[in-house]
């Protein structure tokens, strides 16, 4: 079936290093895909998104990567931050539907 | 900031009260959504308005009645509600035409219904 799907609830890493959050679609007809970060009591905001188009984009200490043959998506943060704590939701769209999210993945910054 | 605003932030009522939410956004977009964040779910798209009309209602209960009386403005009236429909309930709005491109999420209202 169609499903946007995180790989992981919770992702634990130390402050400097970099992250990985994964996300996996069912749907090849999807063509734009979007990253939001949810802090607690605020809404989610927009970080980075990609066409289905493009392999690759960056943008400031993040990185989305789009892996059409086995339907995957990645965010890498570079030098993870403590103010990079949030939850973190992949986002896809089919032509003209509306968005469908997946559940989100907790990202923990150890000191 | 999103240039999304929502009032209140927080909102506690019976299940007998009646209540509206209200999102506005200053970004000059032309489409708005109603959506429900429920613990541990993913995002529940409820309603979608383009051009001030509605385009799309997920199934949505009808105790959960939107409006959209200009491109800036939307609100979510709310009456008889269930315990299980306390969630954060976000708007969100986007240029061109539903669905479309980039959605930007205001800060939501956490509503708890006794």
């Known amino acids: 079936g169609e499903s946007v799907g995180l790989h992981l609830p919770t992702l634990s890493v130390q402050e400097g290093d970099n992250s990985i959050i994964n996300c996996a679609y069912s749907n090849s007809a999807s063509d734009y895909f979007i990253w939001y970060k949810q802090e607690s009591g605020k809404g989610p905001q927009f970080i980075i998104d990609?066409?289905?188009?493009?392999d690759k984009r960056q943008g400031q200490r993040v990185t989305v990567l789009l892996n059409k043959t086995v339907k995957h998506l990645s965010l890498q943060i570079a030098a993870t931050q403590p103010g990079d704590s949030a939850v973190y939701f992949c986002a896809e769209k089919r032509g003209a539907d509306g968005l469908t999210f997946g559940k989100g993945t907790h990202l923990i910054i150890q000191p | 900031e999103t240039g999304v605003t929502q009032t209140p932030r927080h909102l506690v009522m019976g299940m007998t009260n009646k209540k509206s939410l209200k999102c506005e956004q200053h970004l000059g977009h032309n489409a708005m959504y109603w959506y429900k964040q429920s613990a541990k779910k993913p995002l529940e798209l409820m309603f979608v308005y383009s051009l001030e009309e509605r385009v799309e209602n997920n199934s949505v209960p009808s105790r959960f009645s939107p409006e959209c009386p200009n491109s800036s403005h939307l609100f979510l009236h709310l009456h008889t509600l269930q315990p299980e429909d306390s969630a954060l309930y976000l708007c969100?709005?986007?240029?061109?035409?539903?669905?479309?491109?980039?959605?930007?999420f205001g800060p939501g209202t956490r509503l708890t219904v006794l």
């Open positions: 990609i066409r289905s188009n493009m």
């Open positions: 969100a709005s986007s240029q061109d035409h539903p669905g479309g491109d980039t959605q930007y």
